[in-house]
Nanobody
Framework: QLQLVESGGGLVQPGGSLRLSCAVS????????IGWFRQAPGKEGEGVSC????????YYVDSVKGRFTISRDLAKNTVYLQMNSLKPEDTAVYYC?????????????????WGQGTQVSVSS
């Protein structure tokens, strides 16, 4: 059974950094494409980043380019989202999701497996 567990969220001041982790079980990271999404109060959810399963090609939404970096550790079967230069508008619940398709997608409906989410709050 596919399972994803996020961790690493918290409260950070603007300009600070956090690293989110997405520990996966029930499948190998080589077999799935992983996406990070976020949901802020009163706003629609959005795809933030994605890493393609075969060639590790990474994608980012424009608002996080240059600040966020997605990576994976096969030995730990974990995907990371390094978030630097955080802004108040990055405040949201962050979710990782998995799909077996080769390509990345920023459509939530394209991912059948989801974690429970981790809260990121950016405030002074």
């Amino acid at each position: 059974q596919l399972q994803l567990v996020e961790s690493g969220g918290g409260l950070v001041q603007p300009g600070g950094s956090l690293r989110l982790s997405c520990a996966v079980s029930g499948f190998r990271l080589n077999d799935v494409t992983i996406g990070w999404f976020r949901q802020a109060p009163g706003k629609e959810g959005e795809g933030v980043s994605c890493i393609r399963r075969a060639d590790l090609l990474a994608y980012y939404v424009d608002s996080v380019k240059g600040r966020f970096t997605i990576s994976r550790d096969l030995a730990k079967n974990t995907v990371y989202l390094q978030m630097n230069s955080l802004k108040p508008e990055d405040t949201a619940v962050y979710y990782c999701a998995a799909r077996r398709n080769y390509d990345c997608s920023f459509s939530a409906s394209a991912y059948p497996s989801w974690g429970q989410g981790t809260q990121v709050s950016v405030s002074s």
